[in-house]
């Protein structure tokens, strides 16, 4: 638990100094007398319990919890193992017979949480995340928890104190991040099913690049309580699957206000959440109803998409064509600006975020973890790789030299929904590519912090708008693509074959809308098959 010190002069003088505030000739006692009321207020409620949801570890035991060998972690995607809820398909209930595993972001009681990182060592939370318990009421079993990227941080996966998570269709080459682990093990076929964590992309990121469905619900849809936090703006967590199907039901399973989230205040209550599986299901019948969908020209045309992935998308339309839904090109001009935008929210927020300034939200905040890790200091730093040290530069120099720059970022986000929600009286959903790219080697072992920047440009520059402006959006796999040119330099196995994926955006809560479009493409076409 943290402690409290008596303010003395020298803290009243370091305050001032860090304001830039010239305390008046006879004024220090006073400040000295007004920290230590604060020193009393702070003391009085450090000394009280942590009011935290209590966890049923009898009916929902957690047994077996292990870090996995080497051996029996071949894709370096187990954080740890561990087993809890029911383990047969018997009870009849909605996530009866699948296996779940939870990004190592999300909290679980009794099971170690790193958050992706060996910057400090073990934390044990006390907590169930929302998400854990509604896993379990309804009828999940439990398998543990999966490897992340360091802090949660960096849409590769080359960060995870582990090792490089391996891609399940090409050793060497990256998963996508943050939700590294979750890809990989849904990809791999070693659990059914995983809830990922998404603050530019990481959950459809990795799922793009492990051939596997990723759904970013609409900002608020599905609790974050539990979940330790980089933005509390943009933070997300959400289905991986093997089909939309399994996405639909998972999404059923947890979604709906909490009574403690409050990013949720426009959800549905739980009990009050649509019937997704059923619904998609129902869908399959309907016959004439003409769906309208828009190809997203900016997400197209950017510099950086390969010809491959762009390719794989036109297949899309066209077997959408096929199926007489009617797909345009649109546009949303403020979309350029979505990669300048996301730098500016993720770094000024998560920054601050990493040095326990969580401010704004009446939630849970997961106190015990940040008196664990603060303060910093270079062993930590060093441990935490540079997507982490990046993005504390950046977010201490921002703040000091454009004080303004966040509150304008956030402003024209709104500019970016307003303009998508326009295109949405039109159009039942928009399509575009998840990723420019294909899956990239991993990052060098040499590389420094701009060589970890700069590796697999622009990977989350399509997938953060929706982290902004909060719609749902579904990554979905369509084929397969070579590596990249540079990649392929020096690689004995040329006939490398890598997962792409292409998104589908809808209006906020309309997850149903996107999962319906998404199904019928994924019972159309095996995307096995199709090769670019």
């Not at 997704?276 to 997203?296: D, H, N, P, S």
Request: net charge negative; hydrophobic share 35%.
């Amino acid at each position: 638990m943290t402690t409290t010190k008596i303010a003395d002069t020298e803290d009243v003088l370091g305050a001032a100094q860090r304001l830039g505030f010239n305390i008046p000739p006879g004024h220090e006692d006073d400040y000295l007398a007004l920290l230590g009321k604060t020193d009393a207020q702070c003391a009085l409620i450090l000394a009280q319990p942590d009011y935290k949801p209590i966890p049923d570890y009898d009916q929902y035991p957690r047994t077996d919890v292990h870090l996995p060998e080497a051996y029996d972690n071949q894709l370096k995607a187990w954080a740890w193992r561990c087993h809890a809820g029911d383990s047969t398909d018997t009870t009849g209930k909605l996530l009866s017979g699948k296996t779940v595993v939870f990004k190592d972001t999300v909290s679980m009681a009794g099971v170690p949480l790193m958050f992706g990182t060996d910057a400090f060592k073990d934390y044990t939370p006390d907590v169930d995340a929302t998400v854990v318990s509604r896993v379990l009421t309804n009828g999940g079993h439990i398998l543990g928890k999966a490897a992340c990227e360091n802090f949660s941080h960096g849409a590769t996966s080359s960060s995870s104190p582990y090792g490089p998570v391996e891609n399940p269709y090409a050793r060497g080459y990256t998963t996508g991040g943050s939700s590294s682990g979750c890809g990989a093990l849904v990809g791999s076929g070693e659990v059914d099913m995983a809830i990922g964590g998404d603050q530019g992309g990481s959950i459809r990121i990795p799922a793009s690049f492990c051939g596997i469905v990723g759904l970013k619900p609409t900002f608020g849809l599905v609790p974050y309580t539990g979940v330790l936090s980089s933005d509390a703006g943009t933070d997300h967590v959400g289905p991986m699957t093997h089909t939309v199907h399994d996405c639909a039901v998972l999404l059923q399973a947890i979604a709906g206000y909490d009574g403690i989230d409050d990013r949720q205040l426009g959800a549905p209550r739980h009990e009050d959440i649509p019937k997704y599986a059923e619904m998609l299901l129902e869908a399959r019948k309907t016959t004439g109803v003409q769906k309208r969908i828009g190809v997203l020209k900016e997400a197209m045309e950017g510099k950086l998409v390969a010809d491959s992935v762009k390719n794989l998308v036109r297949k899309a339309e066209d077997r959408f064509r096929e199926m007489e839904l009617i797909v345009e090109e649109v546009s949303v001009p403020t979309f350029s600006l979505a990669p300048a935008l996301l730098h500016i929210v993720n770094k000024l927020a998560s920054g601050g975020t990493r040095q326990g300034r969580q401010v704004g939200r009446r939630g849970l905040y997961m106190n015990d973890y940040w008196e664990h890790l603060l303060p910093w200091d270079q062993a930590k730093y060093d441990k935490a790789k540079y997507f982490v040290t990046g993005t504390a530069m950046s977010s201490e120099y921002a703040w000091t030299k454009y004080p303004t720059a966040y509150g304008r970022a956030i402003n024209l986000t709104r500019k970016l929904r307003d303009e998508f929600n326009k295109l949405f009286e039109q159009y039942d959903a928009i399509i575009m590519p998840t990723c420019p790219q294909p899956p990239r080697k991993h990052i060098p072992a040499h590389a420094g912090p701009l060589g970890w920047a700069d590796h697999a440009p622009g990977a989350a520059s399509i997938t953060g708008a929706f982290n902004l402006t909060g719609h749902p959006a579904l990554t979905m796999p369509i084929g397969f693509s070579s590596p990249m040119p540079e990649d392929l330099e020096g690689e004995v196995d040329k006939d490398i074959k890598l997962p792409v994926g292409m998104m589908i955006v809808g209006k906020c809560f309309d997850e149903a809308g996107i999962m319906g479009i998404a199904d019928s493409l994924e019972r159309a076409v095996d995307w096995k098959t199709i090769f670019c």
